[in-house]
């Protein structure tokens, strides 16, 4: 934020802003630049889902549109989902219907604020950021409830049902598998957990000790659940629930879903890089020439595409084996792990 506030005072006519102005202006321009960021994922990555799915499942995917490899795929589609007409039900609540998209959506753009991008590059430097991250992400929950309930509709209704008890399930370790790390750097700011981890591979705290890498693994398992993906797509089983709790939206509202399910795949893998993978640190000297925030954004990608690599890889699990795993399995491992974590410090001193 300091570094576009010092950008705004330099363009012209600028000089004779207040204070109070220039940071009005800089949160604007952010908050912008973050939903453009956010609808680009979305467009980028349906094409790169489409293309994973397809190698992984021994065929093309989109090849035809924008001709190379289909690239303007994506593009095609959210302009047809912006000009399908958008309908509310005659038996739906129609102000919670109307508002639970924008809710989902909004908990996604406040938690990306505190994301550090690059050193100095963050929209809120908050203390607590880890912590903000984790609390307005919550959001998507209420987001989801409302959806299925305003709708009126009993799939979407247990499509909403399954996502809460499941969002809320996974919140668990995933803010538990965190803790070690808070525990080593002494603090929840966001850059402050990137800034202790620079000096290499070696540094990253995936690598400090064997039970923060565990605690990365249980991490990654809980985002695949927190975004509702597969194998753990319990909200929208197609087979069982048409179309979970979007199932009466069509149009925009039903875009903006579809937005805040790339912008939160985006967002856990990014969480990921910067807690336990270094943030806009290279992992080698040599690659120093790269900009940090191209850096970070790499990183984020490449989490991205792992995470698709095992929704397409494993087949769905039962809403029993999905509880059974969170609350008997990746809970009791991820309290170990702070637990191990925790001494294994005090050994070291």
């Not at 929209?123 to 984790?134: E, R």
């Not at 995933?174 to 957990?193: E, K």
């Not at 336990?276 to 991205?304: E, R, S």
Request: net charge neutral; charged share 10%; aromatic share 14%.
């Amino acid at each position: 934020m300091d570094a576009l506030i010092a950008l705004i005072q330099n363009a012209p006519g600028a000089a004779n802003m207040s204070a109070q102005a220039l940071h009005n202006t800089a949160a604007a321009l952010m908050a912008t630049l973050m939903f453009t960021v956010m609808a680009l994922c979305a467009i980028v990555f349906t094409w790169m889902e489409r293309k994973v799915a397809g190698f992984l499942q021994n065929r093309y995917g989109p090849m035809r549109t924008g001709r190379w490899h289909g690239w303007a795929q994506a593009v095609a589609d959210m302009l047809k989902i912006l000009g399908k007409e958008d309908i509310i039900p005659a038996e739906a609540d129609k102000g919670l219907f109307v508002f639970a998209p924008i809710l989902v959506l909004l908990g996604s753009l406040l938690a990306w604020a505190a994301i550090p991008w690059a050193p100095g590059f963050v929209a809120a430097d908050l203390d607590l950021g880890l912590f903000y991250i984790f609390a307005v992400s919550s959001l998507v929950i209420i987001g989801i409830l409302m959806a299925g309930w305003s709708s009126n509709n009993k799939w979407a209704l247990y499509g909403a049902a399954r996502g809460a008890a499941q969002m809320v399930s996974y919140e668990i370790p995933l803010a538990l598998a965190t803790i070690p790390v808070i525990m080593y750097t002494g603090s929840l700011n966001t850059q402050d957990i990137v800034i202790a981890q620079q000096g290499g591979l070696a540094n990253w705290y995936i690598f400090r000790d064997p039970f923060l890498f565990v605690a990365f693994w249980m991490y990654f398992i809980a985002s695949i659940a927190e975004t509702n993906r597969g194998p753990f797509d319990m909200p929208e089983t197609e087979s069982e629930l048409v179309a979970g709790y979007h199932t009466e939206y069509s149009g925009m509202r039903f875009a903006f879903f579809f937005l805040s399910e790339y912008a939160n795949l985006f967002l856990v893998s990014l969480i990921a890089v910067m807690v336990f993978l270094g943030g806009w640190w290279a992992p080698l000297p040599l690659l120093d020439v790269i900009p940090p925030a191209l850096t970070f954004i790499i990183k984020g990608v490449m989490m991205v595409f792992f995470n698709m690599w095992v929704r397409w890889t494993l087949p769905r699990v039962r809403v029993d084996q999905l509880m059974h795993l969170c609350w008997k399995v990746m809970i009791p491992i991820a309290l170990i792990c702070v637990l191990g974590s925790g001494i294994i410090q005090m050994v070291r001193g």
